[in-house]
């Protein structure tokens, strides 16, 4: 499966973005996509992830409550809602698919990625 990450840019504090990722190739409904993010100077960090169906999400603790993951198998993409943003969210972000089925907080499950979008968030 191939993924496209998009919908990234700057935004003030408090302000709100959505991140769609667009798949194409093999069926998209066979995997759980998580969404990562990294900061200048940082390693990777987990934000969000969810299964194959949509019937389960799972987040980070600087994510939860803010930001939601969803996705729509019938167009292959899945999304990140980013609400009250803060300039700690800056990074950037990308989309990834795995078919483990367990680890989705690993970086180290997903086999495919997608190219990373840029979050500015201005103070």
């Known amino acids: 499966v191939q993924l496209q990450a998009s919908g990234g840019g700057l935004v003030q504090a408090g302000g709100s973005l959505r991140l769609p990722c667009a798949a194409s190739?093999?069926?998209?409904?066979?995997?759980?996509v998580g969404w990562f993010r990294q900061a200048p100077g940082k390693e990777h960090e987990f934000v969000a992830a969810?299964?194959?169906?949509?019937?389960?999400?799972y987040y980070a603790g600087s994510a939860k409550g803010r930001f939601t993951i969803s996705r729509d198998n019938a167009k292959n993409t899945a999304y990140l809602q980013m609400t009250s943003l803060k300039p700690e969210d800056t990074a950037v972000y990308y989309c990834?698919?795995?078919?483990?089925?367990?680890?989705?907080?690993?970086?180290?499950?997903?086999?495919?990625w997608g190219q990373g979008t840029l979050v500015t968030v201005s103070s």
């Open positions: 190739g093999r069926a998209f409904s066979s995997y759980t």
């Open positions: 990834a698919a795995q078919s483990t089925a367990w680890g989705f907080r690993q970086k180290s499950t997903y086999g495919y």
């Open positions: 969810i299964t194959r169906s949509g019937g389960n999400t």
